[in-house]
Nanobody
């Protein structure tokens, strides 16, 4: 059974940092992504990374502030979030996609972890 488990969410003041972790299947052709959903807004991609080459992609809101990385030995993907803003508040989901990033909706989603940034 494939499980994806997030951790590391919490409450932080604006300008602060948090690191999210995601335990996910570390298979060669898979990709792992972080998505978030803010209250009243559609779910959006934050950042993604491929297991094999470590190729990354960042959504516009994450560029320059967030860094996604992977530890292949630990089968864990990290999302380092710096310079957090109140608009970063939301539930952050980790997704493992067996098609390498071409089918996120069909991937394996975690339960989500809440991130709250106060102004």
């Amino acid at each position: 059974q494939i499980k994806v488990v997030e951790s590391g969410g919490g409450f932080v003041q604006a300008g602060g940092s948090l690191r999210l972790s995601c335990a996910a299947p570390g298979r060669t052709n898979w990709a792992v992504g972080w998505f978030r959903q803010a209250p009243g807004k559609e779910r959006e991609v934050v950042a993604t990374i491929t297991w094999n080459l470590g190729t990354t992609y960042y959504g516009d809101s994450a560029k320059g502030r967030f860094t996604i990385s992977r530890d292949r030995a630990k089968k864990t993907v990290y999302l380092q979030m710096n310079s957090l803003k109140p608009e970063d508040t939301g539930v952050y989901y980790c997704v493992a996609d067996g098609s390498g990033g071409s089918n996120w909706p069909g991937g394996y989603w975690g339960q989500g972890t809440q991130v709250t940034v106060s102004s």
